[in-house]
């Protein structure tokens, strides 16, 4: 079998200049390949190894964006066969993250990604806005976007022709690739457009088909797959980690947990309606990050207070957003806002309240 190098897995001079800068020539240097409850795995031409930040780097820890993700090149001193300690971040060529809206800052999805995968799927509530939310994320850290439309066995070719040509109108310079990890239509399109070195995340809710369609370019069952339950209330969210997987064409996936839409208490009333609505009073409000809780110039708020926004549907949103960030985060990242959550919705609903008093 041919020797996997770093370069392989996406190491470039890129890194390395900056590792030469940092003085890290003592250390190796390892990819972040998958993030665990307080530790990580990280790979490199060597092996693969269980790792921990140091005592110290996690003191000296301003916000998230100090702690390893995956997708991070890290300088790493190893300990024994099995662990090693993570010295250092090498500085990120891109970085895929969400805002939270209260002030405990962001969440990191993958870092040092080229390409980010929104994927969708028909037989669901499909909707062109929701592909914004996405391109906006991943135009944020510099990472460009293309569109998966998965499950294109479940519609009818004059129904996919139409959808397609319905998407390509509204973002003209995103690449679309329609497939079905159930009859493997486009997979050949899909597997030509990841490029060896190249390292490519997959966003989009829950159940479209992330975890299926990487499988498929993997040739086998590696990740976990299920049907969505709509039975428990939290639901059922298949993949709850982040984790980097090398296909054998050469290009690199990054599996995420997708959000949930469930969970709404109006099921029938339908997201997108809720968010067409609120998205377009957003417009207006004086900040552009405004979380519409408790802004000064909020127009949301404004137009809640007029009785014109309906205060179920506000809550609705609210709350959803919420569960959004709430369910891609990975398990650690849970068991810190879990508690905060909680807490969040309370306050919300008191300043609202307190606003319309
Ligand atoms: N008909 C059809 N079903 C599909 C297709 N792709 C995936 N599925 C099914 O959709 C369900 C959800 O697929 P997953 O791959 O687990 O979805 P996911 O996006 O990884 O979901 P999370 O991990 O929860 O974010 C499974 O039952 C799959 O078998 C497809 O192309 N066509
Ligand atoms: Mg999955
Ligand atoms: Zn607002």
Redesign the pocket.
């Known amino acids: 079998m041919k020797e996997v190098t770093n370069e392989d897995m996406g190491y470039s001079d890129f890194f390395e200049s900056n590792r030469k800068k940092l003085k890290l020539d003592e250390f190796s240097v390892a990819r972040v390949i998958a993030e665990y409850k307080g530790a990580y795995k990280v790979k490199n031409s060597i092996g693969e190894y269980f790792a921990k930040v140091t005592g110290k780097k996690i003191f000296n820890a301003l916000s998230r964006e100090d702690y390893p993700a995956v997708g991070d090149w890290v300088s790493i001193k190893e300990q024994d066969e099995e662990w090693a300690v993570i010295k250092e971040i090498l500085p990120r060529q891109t970085l895929i993250k969400r805002k939270y809206n209260n002030k405990n800052g962001i969440q990191i999805i993958a870092t040092n990604i080229d390409v980010a995968f929104i ?1 969708e ?1 028909f ?1 669901r509530d499909f909707n062109l806005n929701r592909f914004e939310r996405y391109f906006a994320i991943a135009n944020d850290g510099g990472v460009v976007s293309a569109i998966i439309l ?5 519609i009818s070719k004059e129904e996919l022709d139409l959808k397609l040509s319905q998407t390509k109108n509204r973002f003209k310079d995103i690449d679309i690739i329609s ?5 493997d239509i486009g997979l050949e399109e899909l597997k030509s457009y990841i490029l060896p070195g190249k390292t490519y995340c997959f966003l ?10 990487i499988n498929k370019l993997l040739e086998e069952n590696a990740i976990e ?4 339950s709509f039975q428990t209330n939290r639901g059922k ?3 709850t980690g982040r984790e980097m997987y090398f296909l054998k064409n050469g290009g690199i996936v990054i ?4 959000m949930r839409e469930v969970g709404m208490t109006n099921a029938d009333e339908g997201v997108d309606n809720v968010f067409d609505e609120i998205t377009e009073l957003a417009k207006e409000c004086k900040f552009v990050d405004c979380s519409h809780v408790s802004e000064p110039g909020c127009n949301v708020l404004s137009v809640l207070k007029s009785g014109e926004l309906d205060e179920g549907k506000y809550y609705n949103y609210i709350n959803l957003k919420k569960e959004t960030e709430f369910y891609e985060m990975t398990e650690v990242e849970r068991n810190e806002k879990d508690y905060k959550f909680g807490k969040f919705i309370k306050k919300a609903k008191k300043d609202i309240k307190k606003y319309k008093n």
């Open positions: 994927v799927a037989g998965n499950k294109i066995d479940l497939t079905s990890a159930l009859t989009g809710s829950s159940g479209v088909g992330k975890s299926s369609l797959t299920n049907e969505i969210h298949t993949t599996d995420n947990p997708g």
